[in-house]
Nanobody, 120 residues
Framework: QVQLVESGGGFVQAGGSLRLSCAAS????????LGWYRQAPGKERELVATISTGGDTKYADSVKDRFTISRDNAKTTVYLQMNSLKPEDTAVYYCNGEKTYSDILREDYWGQGTQVTVSS
């Protein structure tokens, strides 16, 4: 089992910055990637950014050049630096741990979520 605990959410004005952190514990060595997803009211959960164990990163088009995902050397803490925040970034942000078995089969672990609110 893998446990994920997020921190760092909050309230910020448009144009501001926030940094989210996610601490992973348990059987973290089984994970192929750590990342962040978000879910706004009335919308589906969507990918924000991921980083693989090899260091490859992937971003949603809507956050490219504004958000940066990184991790510590132990690969058990993942960060999301969010700059130039917009009101449309308002959502609950979830930390995700992914174990990929095949192209169509994966196992996901989720944190409890942290609220990010961006005012205009």
């Amino acid at each position: 089992q893998v446990q994920l605990v997020e921190s760092g959410g909050g309230f910020v004005q448009a144009g501001g910055s926030l940094r989210l952190s996610c601490a992973a514990s348990g059987s973290t060595d089984i994970l192929d990637a750590l990342g962040w997803y978000r879910q706004a009211p009335g919308k589906e959960r969507e990918l924000v950014a991921t980083i693989s164990t090899g260091g490859d990163t992937k971003y949603a088009d809507s956050v490219k050049d504004r958000f940066t995902i990184s991790r510590d050397n132990a690969k058990t803490t993942v960060y999301l630096q969010m700059n130039s925040l917009k009101p449309e970034d308002t959502a609950v942000y979830y930390c995700n741990g992914e174990k990929t078995y095949s192209d169509i089969l994966r196992e996901d672990y989720w944190g409890q979520g942290t609220q990010v609110t961006v005012s205009s």
